[in-house]
């Protein structure tokens, strides 16, 4: 017996996803503007025509009106009609154009327009099972997964999440060993070598590209004496004998969690730390519909999943995993002791030891 639909709901539910329709749109316009630098042309520039911030920008003022009308329909930016001015307010601005904030986010876009550039794959691998290897993926994912993440890692890394684990600033101010597994470009290796002079850090990431690219940022930043980034996986990077362990939003990525814990946990020091970063979520599906929630499913299905599928190991631990989880990943590759020593609500930080 087919059920009596409500016109009124059905309307309801179509202008709802109408909005997702535009918020869609307007992603990708985010994305351009990021990438022709309109956003920092109007930060703290107050007012501004069209035509000024076209100038400002080198581009074409017929495009970039037709742009700044679909970002005040957004609410992104204000527009005043006595004036025909547009105003990027300053919490704005933090937001989407001042890459040291805290709240910048304009790298999660380019992460999203990365993964649309393989959506045929994506598509495949729902219709064969079949993984996407981060090796992959377009090159906006890899520059924009760093610019999402690094600015927290810039704001919370020092001041508040290595403090969170009890000895540990004392330890790495002595000088210590520092392994930072799934290192990517090297932001977090890189900050730590640079608050702690007299640590030694090696990263570990499996795209070779990524590994070169960390390299070249280690020299930049003047502790290429220090800090080296080397291509291997999770399971069989070498060394042993590490102070500090880190995976900083990777364990999840990965097709044997487990074993990357066991093999984590062999190469500290008796008495060394694991450090693992992850993407804040609750336990069960229902703790996590929420906005957090519904941005990290949308990246995991189109990116982590299916990273940790390719490597055709024995689970994939999805982005929005849940403390209990990582927990018994943990424990099941050896650590004894786990504790959740700092959060935001982004990010999950879990101390783990021998």
Not at 221 to 244: I, K, N, S
Request: hydrophobic content about 45%; overall charge negative.
């Amino acid at each position: 017996m087919q059920s009596t639909i409500d016109p009124n709901r059905v309307q309801e539910f179509a202008f709802g996803l109408l909005d997702d329709l535009g918020a869609t749109v307007s992603g990708a316009l985010i994305h351009l503007g990021d990438r022709l630098g309109l956003y920092r042309a109007m930060a703290e520039a107050g007012p501004l025509t069209s035509a000024a911030l076209a100038d400002r920008t080198g581009t074409y003022e017929r495009f970039v009106r037709e742009w700044l009308a679909n970002q005040c329909a957004a609410g992104y930016i204000h527009y005043d009609a006595e004036g025909a001015t547009y105003l990027l307010p300053s919490e704005h601005a933090a937001v989407l154009a001042d890459e040291s904030s805290p709240a910048f986010m304009a790298g999660g876009f380019t992460t999203a327009i990365g993964a649309f550039q393989v959506l045929d794959k994506i598509e495949n691998s729902f219709r064969t099972g079949e993984g996407i290897g981060w090796e992959d993926h377009d090159e906006q994912m890899f520059c924009g997964v760093e610019r999402f993440f690094a600015p927290a890692y810039r704001t919370h890394l020092v001041a508040e999440w290595i403090p969170s684990i009890d000895g540990l600033p004392q330890r790495l101010s002595a000088g210590a060993r520092v392994a930072d597994v799934g290192c990517g470009h090297g932001a977090t290796a890189i900050l730590i070598a640079k608050a702690f002079p007299n640590v030694e850090v090696v990263g570990f990431d499996v795209h070779q590209e990524s590994i070169d690219v960390a390299n070249q940022r280690a020299v930049e930043a003047g502790v290429a004496d220090r800090v080296r980034f080397v291509c291997a996986t999770a399971q069989d990077f070498p060394g042993d004998g590490f102070d500090l362990i880190t995976f900083f939003d990777c364990l999840h990525d990965m097709g044997d969690p487990i074993e990357a814990a066991a093999h984590a946990r062999r190469a500290l020091s008796p008495d060394g730390v694991a450090m693992l970063v992850e993407p804040m979520a609750g336990d069960r599906l229902e703790d996590n519909l929420s906005p957090v929630g519904r941005a990290y499913y949308g990246f995991s299905t189109l990116i982590c999943t299916p990273a940790a599928h390719a490597q055709h190991g024995p689970c994939c631990l999805g982005a929005q995993a849940g403390e209990t989880r990582l927990r018994e990943v943990l424990a099941a590759g050896g650590f004894q002791q786990v504790r959740r020593a700092h959060a935001t609500p982004l990010n999950m930080i879990l101390e783990a030891r021998p």
